[in-house]
């Protein structure tokens, strides 16, 4: 989902024109009535990777975008509340989960559609899953099984690739990086982006 750029006022409903405000960089929405400038700010999403026995849980999507294809339980921060209690949120919304945040594993900026995507490592507090209203089943995969052509977004399969790098070499890793789109291919293809980036932190044993 990009983030939608504003047409009307949020104060007073009036279109808004797009020009540059005084003392600013970039064109921004400007109520001509009221003044109100109308500023687009990234999204952020926030997931968990819940594993066990050497296996992950996905969700298979019950909604667009992606309705059918594969996803670790995350979704939208809501206001007042931190990260890790959203991703511990969207995990009992979409997977019916109690989880306990254990650490923040990788941190992706999608600048192409103003998102900022933080995924937590992640404990399970029962064995209890079902599929929540947004997820048609959820489902234990082993890291050999993951269904790597239906999944949901390139951030899934970049993530999920990082931590099953850090599961064959042993090492617990927090990592940053951006999904720099080459504006050649499919957007929804990760061949088709600049990894470049990426920074992995090696965490003390």
Known sequence: MIV???VHCMACGIELRNEIPSGEDRTRGVCPDCGTIHYRNPKIVVGT?????????????????????????????????SMAAGAARETME????????????????????????????????????????????????????????????PVVEWVLR?????????????????????EVGSPLSLENYDLGDLQSLVLAP
């Open 49 to 81: 990777i819940i594993e066990d026995a050497g296996r992950i849980l996905l969700c298979r999507r019950a909604i667009e975008p992606a309705e059918g294809l594969w996803t670790p339980p995350a979704g939208f921060l809501e206001m007042a509340e």
């Open 94 to 153: 979409e997977a019916c989960a109690e989880v306990t945040i254990v650490r923040t594993f990788a941190r992706i900026d999608l600048t192409r559609i103003g998102q900022v995507h933080e995924m937590f490592l992640a404990r399970l507090e029962s064995p209890d899953v079902a599929a929540g209203a947004e997820s048609h089943e959820v489902r234990w995969f082993s890291w050999d099984e993951i269904p790597w052509q239906q999944l949901a977004f």
């Open 4 to 6: 939608p750029i504003p």
């Open 162 to 182: 990082l931590r099953a790098e850090d599961l064959a070499s042993g090492q617990e890793r927090i990592h940053r990086g951006c999904l720099h789109w080459n």
